[in-house]
């Protein structure tokens, strides 16, 4: 079989990277700068909490694969687990590189009235996770080793752009796939991470966005690059599909829903109340989501489906992302109840239809996230925190920074997508797409 060259390129940037991580030395923090606490400030406590976290989130990744992989055609399941799989090795290595100093680097940005606000990391800070040790980081991770921050960060990396996959399954090259997924993370998910995430982040400090665990840095991000990834990569041929396997849906949602707990309770980067509060109104909200989804489905004349009550499920977590740690459960009842709503009104819109995403992403991460976003913006507590609890100021504020994630997050994944067209054709021929991605792309079958 023929090697092409894109393969020889990409062999041999792995190579050189594998070559160039011995010639950095690891340096546990710089103490004069004073960002680094000592080690006797790490609460055993803490650590043990982040570490199960940790697993937690990457567990979310394998449990993506099989719900997306349960819901393509029988002729591309392998490929579209694949898809999801194979960024716990690509956004790994990524993120050791250059992923973690462009998202909680050094800030690059600008000064306004004396105020600096950050865009992005700076790419010098941690290459190669130099400077990231055991030490605890005043202002990013207090109590825990700032390697573990690090590393609890990248399991939120590595599943953005696997979310995204579903939107354009059973038609895209795997070789195109993987070097978008680069392109959208350095891009697209890492100056959104500094924005939000890094306690300088322009969409941070200036709008005071409150994103717990990621509704808008993971779900809104990667539900506007699905839609503009859809509109790219064009229909497929034929639009129409059975789902290959519902038990692997129902058992992705529930490695997701299990997953979640670290995703959210996690982001309390701590063991304490804040986390069992997100805890708490994590799986409420997303078993108020399922049966909403359920019961909406049935008034509407559809039948209650195994599939609508994980998508239901699945929806209800991604609202309930940004704002697990500001609201209550009982509130988180409602933002369950009312998302499921509205995501599955989007799901069933006829316009949105006519957009081949193949998995509906879009209508339940992009909405979800969008939801999420609104109702944290409503509902969350503390000192101006949101329009019930400090005004509508602070409630204008995440409108706007809506608005500009979603206007930054699509058109920048848009030009991304046509990049990649331009470097690797992103769609397969069309004697691949009919005989499917698993074989065409693979050489492997279910059977």
Not at 175 to 204: A, E, K, Q, R
Not at 239 to 248: A, C, R
Not at 396 to 411: G, K, N, Q
């Amino acid at each position: 079989m023929k090697v092409g060259l894109k393969w020889i390129v990409s062999f041999s940037i792995i190579t050189c990277i594998a070559i160039g991580g011995l010639f950095w030395s690891p340096q546990v923090g710089v103490p004069n700068t004073g960002e680094f606490l000592s080690e006797d400030k790490i609460v055993g406590a803490d650590v043990a909490w982040i570490l199960a976290a940790a697993g937690l989130v990457l567990l979310m990744t394998p449990g993506l694969s099989f719900f997306y992989g349960g819901m393509v055609g029988k002729k591309n399941v392998i490929s579209t687990m694949l898809q999801s799989f194979i960024a716990l090795g690509v956004i790994s290595i990524i993120w050791v590189v250059i992923g973690f100093s462009l998202s909680f680097g050094d800030s690059i940005g600008f000064t306004m009235n004396g105020e600096h606000y950050g865009i992005i990391g700076n790419p010098l800070s941690y290459p190669f996770f130099n400077g990231v040790g055991v030490l605890p980081h005043k202002m990013m991770a207090s109590t825990i080793p700032f390697v573990l921050f690090a590393l609890f960060q990248m399991k939120f990396a590595v599943i953005t752009p696997a979310l995204i996959t579903g939107s354009f399954a059973e038609r895209v090259r795997f070789v195109s796939y993987l070097l978008f997924m680069v392109l959208f993370s350095i891009f697209i998910y890492t100056p959104l991470c500094h924005m939000v995430w890094y306690p300088d982040g322009l969409l941070n400090k200036y709008f005071g966005i409150k994103d717990f665990a990621g509704g808008t840095v993971v779900h809104m991000s990667a539900g506007f690059a699905a839609l503009a990834g859809a509109l790219v990569v064009g229909n497929r041929k034929k639009p129409h599909h059975e789902p290959s396997n519902i038990s692997y849906v129902l058992l992705g949602t529930g490695m997701l829903w299990f997953g979640w707990f670290g995703f959210n309770a996690g982001s309390a980067l701590s063991a304490n109340a804040t986390a069992a509060m997100a805890f708490g109104t994590t799986t409420i909200a997303s078993g108020s989501a399922m049966m909403t989804w359920i019961f909406f489905d049935r008034i509407k004349g559809r039948k209650i489906s195994a599939l609508g009550a994980c998508i239901g499920a699945v929806v209800g977590l991604v609202a309930i992302t940004p704002g697990c740690g500001f609201v209550s459960i009982a509130e988180s009842i409602f933002i369950g109840f009312i998302s499921a709503i509205v995501s599955n009104i989007m799901l069933n819109w006829k316009a949105l239809k006519k957009i081949d995403d193949t998995l509906d992403v879009f209508a339940c991460h992009g909405v979800g996230g969008i939801m999420g976003m609104i109702l944290t913006a409503i509902f969350a507590h503390g000192e101006n925190a949101s329009l019930l609890h400090g005004g509508f100021e602070i409630f204008a504020h995440h409108m706007m920074a809506l608005i500009l994630v979603s206007l930054f997050a699509f058109f920048g994944s848009f030009v991304l997508y046509k990049i990649t067209d331009k470097i690797i054709t992103l769609r397969v021929s069309e004697e691949s797409e009919e005989l499917g991605l698993d074989i065409s792309q693979h050489e492997e079958t279910l059977c």
